[in-house]
């Protein structure tokens, strides 16, 4: 692991554990030029570049043009439109030049603007804005509290399930199905019952066992989890539970809103709506900002002064919300992430479906997962040394999110750079499309 902080080794004698030609810690040791990480709470173990400009799918690291990264992650899911995008630049710098900040004693109009065009998109009627998903979730948790005591249940539970992420607040870490990100900062939140995912018998026995379950919060893929998609169905029965129980199904849709399944919120390839959807990561393609959004009774519970964010829907994020929700409207970029989606999909299974390690290649949209059967943070370090940007979760699974503008030229570098680090981390001899036709 990379770190910086209070070393008293030189960072390139740290990262000589990694397998990569002798000549690269020379290359490293240049890229630790630009980076201060002294000052900074060791939170991340960052990889040893940092970008000074970006467009469209690529990141460059300084002023040169050739010396560019590819971008498969788009910043975890947020620059939907990739880097610089004219369009949200366009508004942001125009809405710097008229207002930036008034706090919410007061009208904001791109807030009511943004917030009609939100529940236009997802069938909610209301939204609470913020600047991160965490807290958008922890506006979701709060109006499960609230519903809870509107209906005199004093102990309220809300079913939560294993392997899921929600953020790192204390109530959102607690709703968290990922131990080590509860480690050390016992005791957690009261009020919480896990759930296996994908499990809608065991969802159903949890809101029998417990009559004081308001609320299921969910995610419908567990993204931070591995990419996990649950069976066709599943939303729609949870729906149906959630109903028969009068539990609020409260959405998670941080990561996979704003397009990037294909649709503008995940929950619709199911037909259904849910009570309470919690959005925020590609809503402003890197300004900051979080959205709850619920139907009207839900909705209804937050009065003055019982929730609130002093940046929370601020006319810069709100501004820049609406460019970004506008361009892949006019774009059909909904359309083209499924396609192309699709496309890198296939490509994938063609090139990797007889590697031994590989064990699953999943996705929706541009979400895509290549599990392999052991720990593979090496294969992110492989493609990083080959200019491409990805990272691996849950251990075993690479992840790519790429921007929703991505071309059919850039899926194909994505999955050549890709599959070579992966036949590379495996031992396996390098394979290319024209070796498997011939
Ligand atoms: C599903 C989900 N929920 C919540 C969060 C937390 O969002 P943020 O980091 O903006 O607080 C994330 C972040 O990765 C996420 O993927």
Known sequence: MYSGQGSALPSFAIRLNHRRPTWLPFLFVECDKSMNNRHIMATYARK??????????WLYPGKSREDRYL???????????????????????????????????????????????????SGMDAAFFCNSGA??????????????????????VILVTENSFHGRTMATLTATGNPAVHTGYEPLVPGFIRVPYDDADAMQTALSDNPEAVAVLIEPIQCEGGICIPTPGFLAELRRLCDRHAALLMLDEVQTGTGRTGKWFCFQHEGILPDVLVTAKGLANGVPIGACLARESVASLFTPGSHGSTFGGN??????????LDTIEANDLRAHA??????????????????????EIRGMGLIIGVELAQPCGQVADLCLENKLLVN????????????????????????????RCILEFAGSPVKRPEDRHA
Do not use: W
């Open 392 to 419: 691996v979760t849950a251990e075993r699974v690479i992840r790519l999110l790429p921007p929703l503008i991505l071309e059919k030229m850039h899926a194909d570098q994505i999955v050549d750079i890709l599959v």
């Open 71 to 121: 971008d498969a992650l788009s910043g975890l899911a947020v620059c939907g439109l990739g880097h610089a995008h004219p369009a949200v630049s366009a508004a942001v710098s125009d809405q710097c030049t008229r207002l930036l900040h008034t706090s919410n004693l007061y009208g904001i109009t791109l807030q009511e603007e943004l917030a009609a065009r939100l529940c236009d998109l």
């Open 315 to 324: 006319p810069l994020a709100c501004r820049a919300a609406l460019a970004t």
């Open 338 to 359: 499924k396609r192309l989606g699709e496309y890198m999909l296939d490509s994938l299974q063609e090139r990797l479906s007889d590697v031994g390690c590989v064990q």
């Open 135 to 156: 807290e958008a979730n922890e506006a979701a948790i709060k109006l499960a509290r609230l519903y809870a005591h509107s209906r005199q249940v004093q102990h309220p």
């Open 48 to 57: 040893p570049v940092s970008f000074e400009r970006g467009e469209g799918v």
